[in-house]
Structure formats: C-alpha cells, structure tokens
C-alpha cells in the first residue's frame, strides 16, 4: 500500500469488530500481511478461528474475560495487566515487522476508557506508525483528536439488540 490510513469503528452498536474481522480477511485475501491486535476479548471464537485459517497472525488473550462492570477489584488489576502486555506486544510487532500492511487494535478504545491503557499509548502508535500501515481501531467512543486524525469514522449505532432483553452473546452470530 502506498500510504496507511487510519480507520475506526466506534458507537454502541453491534458491528465493530465484524466490520475489523471483515477488512482483516479482505486483506488477508488479497495477499496482505494482517496482524488482529483483540484486546478485552479471550476464548475460542468463530472469527478468530477464520482469522487464522487466512493466515491472520492474531494477538490476544487466551484467557475468557467477563464484562468489566462485572469485574471486582482484583479481576480488574488482572484483566488492566494483561491488557497492558498484549498492547506492548502489537506495539512490538509494529516496530519489528516492516512489511506488515494492516493492523487492526480491536477494542482498543474501550481498554482506555476502562482505565487499563493511557490515551498516550495509543496516540504513540498513531503518531509513529509506518506511513504505509493502515490501522484499524474499535470501541464505544474515541476522542475528538482521533476522530480529527481517523481517515475513516464509522459509528455503529444501536437501535435494538437482543442482549437488552436478556439473550446471551449467540455462537457464531456474536462470536
């Protein structure tokens, strides 16, 4: 790619990470090498698994986090480490993989909004990425400096969704 831009998904609605998940498989498709950073987010699930089979390299915690308004205190110090570790490990990769051509930072804005990541990591990796990596980030909101950075800004907003009546996160529609 000649020159990376800067995407993100953000909004209450369901579609942000099918949105990352499908530009990561159209690269991936198209001969791209595609690094999916999923933070907040562990376990086995479908697209993580289709993610891999194009030869995505994926980084993420094996470990299945709960909601964080669900988390005590020391779950939350944990889940805060971990995601901590797993940023500094995308970080790695952008500074040691040249030819990468896509990055995408799922649930990037919400760890720091949960308080796990300062918004200074995050400007950092915008700020000194290679000119020709495009990047891709989610979560509920961004602040206004991203939104002014951010090539593309796409909000998913909710109108109605099941979980609101109860219905639990459904294999292979919600992971």
Same mark, same amino acid.
């Given at each position: 790619?000649?020159?990376?831009?800067?995407?993100?998904?953000?909004?209450?609605?369901?579609?942000?990470?099918?949105?990352? @998940?499908?530009?990561?498989?159209?690269?991936?498709?198209?001969?791209?090498? %595609? =690094? #999916?950073?999923?933070?907040?987010?562990?376990?086995?699930?479908?697209?993580?698994?289709?993610?891999?089979?194009?030869?995505?390299?994926?980084?993420?915690?094996?470990?299945?986090?709960? #909601?964080?308004?669900?988390?005590?205190?020391?779950?939350?110090?944990?889940?805060?480490?971990?995601?901590?570790?797993?940023?500094?490990?995308?970080?790695?990769? !952008?500074?040691?993989?040249?030819?990468?051509? $896509?990055?995408? %930072?799922?649930?990037? $804005? /919400?760890?720091?909004? #949960?308080?796990?990541?300062?918004?200074?990591? =995050?400007? /950092? @990796? #915008?700020?000194? *990425?290679?000119?020709?990596?495009? %990047? %891709?980030?989610?979560?509920?909101?961004?602040?206004?400096?991203?939104?002014? *950075?951010?090539?593309?800004?796409?909000?998913?907003?909710? !109108?109605?969704?099941?979980?609101?009546?109860?219905?639990?996160?459904?294999?292979?529609?919600?992971?």
């Amino acid at each position: 790619m000649e020159k990376g831009l800067i995407h993100l998904y953000i909004g209450e609605g369901k579609g942000k990470t099918t949105a990352a @998940v499908g530009l990561a498989a159209r690269a991936a498709g198209n001969g791209r090498r %595609v =690094v #999916f950073g999923q933070l907040l987010k562990g376990g086995e699930t479908g697209e993580i698994a289709s993610l891999k089979a194009l030869g995505v390299r994926v980084i993420r915690s094996e470990k299945e986090n709960c #909601f964080t308004w669900e988390m005590d205190e020391q779950q939350k110090a944990e889940c805060e480490a971990e995601q901590m570790r797993l940023f500094d490990e995308i970080r790695e990769v !952008i500074r040691e993989d040249e030819a990468l051509d $896509l990055l995408v %930072v799922d649930e990037a $804005l /919400d760890v720091v909004a #949960f308080g796990a990541l300062d918004e200074q990591s =995050v400007k /950092d @990796v #915008f700020d000194s *990425k290679p000119e020709t990596l495009e %990047v %891709v980030c989610t979560g509920r909101g961004a602040p206004d400096w991203l939104i002014e *950075k951010a090539d593309y800004v796409t909000e998913m907003r909710k !109108i109605k969704h099941p979980f609101d009546r109860g219905i639990k996160a459904r294999e292979a529609i919600e992971y």
